[in-house]
């Protein structure tokens, strides 16, 4: 394949078609086509309506906790002897992760849409209990979709999940993990379109999605980059975050995409390695196809049959990932890399004792990367990891990983 050219700008994406270059855009059934035009219209809307944005604010402020805080990380500086670490501490939000940015984001537009049910899908959860809050919070019912396997693994969070008022549905097809759970959400969708919001809980899906949930999170990147610019006087060297479907990663990354002169790192879940199926690393080891209405790198077979994958965070092990990823991908503008299991794992020790921060499994993946890329790079250079989530959900598979007992 041919080099795509390299546009005057990575952030004027996507077209009108829901296009980054050849990914993206909107596959999907000819019924499901009337709701996403007019979503896409009232989101066109939304996003100038000074109205919206203030009622968003607010939320993010009063109930969310924004703005996160970007934290020097003395104590694994020190440690790695190379360049200053920051966090951008997304852990400390409402609901312990960067998904609240987007339930909040999107929860207001069903409102504005005259939408009053919510309908979600999540693999390990924590963006079912995100959506389940934000509709307890707005008092609107809402149904997440879950596959059987996860729902049977995951049951603090399916217990939360109905805390909050929530009705859990567990899905059989397929290996009753996240795909599965998307597919039956996007069919409930076009059976009850007249009341139906769906909350889609990453930077995928149909056009305008990926988009929409990329501008909600870019809050992220936004804050960052200014806070960054005020504690140091000057914009970061590497930037650093997980990709899963892609949504904390896009949120950091877009606002300094232009930025020439910082170096940008998405970190796949490499899994046991990247020999076997045991990872999911989409775009270091899959190949473009279609998934739940866009065009994006894939983990498939050679049949083109979509792979499960597996990581030790049950955040990361999605098969696909944002369309816009694969396009910073193939332009280079953004570098992918794998991380294994073992030295997420290291890194989550790590970073709990020399910090007092106990990260999520898919933020140690970030964070085992500046392991890695730290201590080779100048003192007086400035690095900033996404810490997307708090690890307090992990604590049973790190115990378990170490041979334990809780
Ligand atoms: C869900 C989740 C992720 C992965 O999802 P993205 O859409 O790729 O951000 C990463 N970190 C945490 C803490 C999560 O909960």
């Not at 852990?91 to 207001?108: V, Y």
């Not at 045991?278 to 190949?287: F, L, N, Q, T, V």
Request: aromatic share 6%.
């Amino acid at each position: 394949m041919n080099k795509p050219a390299m546009p005057n700008s990575f952030r004027t994406g996507p077209d009108e078609q829901g296009m980054f270059g050849i990914f993206g855009g909107r596959f999907v059934a000819e019924t499901l086509m009337p709701l996403i035009l007019d979503l896409e219209e009232q989101w066109n809307k939304a996003k100038t309506d000074p109205e919206f944005k203030a009622e968003l604010q607010n939320l993010s402020t009063h109930y969310a906790g924004r703005p996160s805080k970007l934290y020097f990380a003395e104590g694994l500086t020190k440690h790695l002897g190379g360049a200053k670490v920051y966090f951008k501490r997304e852990d400390l939000n409402h609901t312990g992760s960067h998904k609240i940015n987007n339930c909040l984001g999107q929860i207001l537009l069903a409102k504005r849409m005259g939408k009053k049910r919510i309908i979600a899908e999540t693999g390990a959860g924590q963006h079912g209990v995100a959506s389940a809050t934000v509709a307890a919070r707005f008092g609107y019912p809402c149904v997440v979709y879950m596959g059987a396997t996860d729902v049977a693994r995951q049951s603090p969070n399916v217990f939360r999940m109905k805390l909050l008022g929530a009705e859990v549905r567990p899905v059989t097809a397929g290996h009753g993990t996240l795909k599965d759970a998307m597919n039956e959400a996007l069919r409930d969708w076009v059976t009850n379109v007249e009341d139906t919001y769906y909350l889609i809980g990453t930077a995928a899906g149909p056009h305008p999605y990926p988009e929409l949930v990329r501008d909600f999170q870019s809050v992220i990147g936004t804050e960052a980059r200014a806070q960054m610019l005020e504690q140091e006087g000057r914009l970061p060297d590497v930037i650093i975050a997980a990709v899963g479907g892609g949504s904390n990663a896009i949120g950091l990354f877009h606002p300094f995409l232009d930025d020439k002169d910082v170096r940008i790192i998405g970190i796949e879940a490499g899994g046991r390695g990247l020999d076997g199926i045991e990872h999911c690393a989409s775009m270091s080891a899959g190949k473009p196809g279609v998934l739940h209405g866009n065009r994006t790198y894939l983990l498939q077979n050679s049949d083109g049959q979509i792979l499960d994958g597996h990581s030790i965070s049950a955040g990361l092990d999605y098969p696909g990932v944002g369309p816009e990823h694969s396009w910073l991908r193939d332009s280079g503008r953004v570098q992918y890399e794998p991380i294994l299991d073992d030295e997420a794992l290291e890194a989550f020790q790590l970073t709990t004792r020399v910090e007092g921060i106990i990260p999520a499994l898919e933020s140690a993946h970030a964070i085992a990367h500046a392991m890695k890329i730290v201590p080779k790079m100048d003192k007086d250079q400035l690095v900033i990891v996404n810490l997307s989530g708090r690890g307090d959900k992990d604590v049973h598979t790190v115990a378990n990983m170490l041979g334990m007992e809780i």
